[in-house]
């Protein structure tokens, strides 16, 4: 409610913003009807695919992220992550954190600094559930026009690192599209035995996004010597 307020320093532009109660009434449909939430997704998508193709047509172009000193010119890169959030009172769905609480799944477009897509979840919902992730990231795909398509980047956090969900973002290359992605790994006892086994010379400096040396970090290349990922 707090961001409908702030439309008030612009009612020149949108209008007299609506009242708290006409927003709850206008909402309450929404989260019964599965037909309206459709319409919304598929509203969405029509606004986001016009508004790209303007941003693409100006004369900076479209909003390639660089990585390590290169343009990543034509990759979109997804962000899927959850949020625990917690509720100030009683409210449906909420459970499980301090004064209950949501567990919310989303999944952003770094590129432009967009909610792609999201799923609510009580507080007590898994953080690396394979269905939720699945579910979330065939949303956020669908949500990208089809010209920016052609070429994805996702990133997940450790809660991603599994073989269901692995095997899924495999299966979104298509000989028209390419899916690259990274997930991160919470390292256990096995994973230290492996690393110890490396030799010396196998580590190399790091690098930063900008394509700078890390002073304190070094990287090194794991397949092979790791039980744990074959699992």
Sequence with gaps: MRQVTLLTHQEQ????????????RALQPVGASDQVRLR?????????RRVWDLIAATESGFCWLPVAGKLLTGWIVIDL????????????????????????????????SESLAMLLGTGSAGSNTVADHVRVLTEAVAQIP????????????????????????????????????????????????????????????????DGQAH?????AELTGLDERARQ
Excluded: Y
Excluded at 13 to 24: D, E, K, L
Excluded at 198 to 208: F, I, M, N, S, Y
């Design 13 to 24: 532009v949108f209008g007299t913003p609506p009242s708290h109660s006409t927003i709850r």
């Design 40 to 48: 919304i997704v598929r509203a969405r998508a029509r606004v986001r």
């Design 81 to 112: 992550d959850a949020t625990l959030i917690t509720a100030h009172s009683d409210k449906e769905g909420a459970s499980a954190t301090f004064k209950k609480g949501f567990h919310p799944l989303a999944a952003w477009c770094v590129n432009t």
């Design 146 to 209: 089809d010209a920016f398509r052609a070429k994805l980047w996702i990133r997940i956090d450790g809660a991603g690192a599994t073989h269901d969900l692995v095997a899924f973002m495999q299966g979104l290359n298509t000989t028209r599209r390419t899916v690259r992605f990274t997930i991160g790994w919470k390292i256990n006892d096995v994973d230290e035995t492996a690393i110890a086994k490396l030799p010396g010379d196998a580590w190399q400096t790091a690098v930063r996004q």
């Design 215 to 219: 002073e304190h970090a070094e990287v």
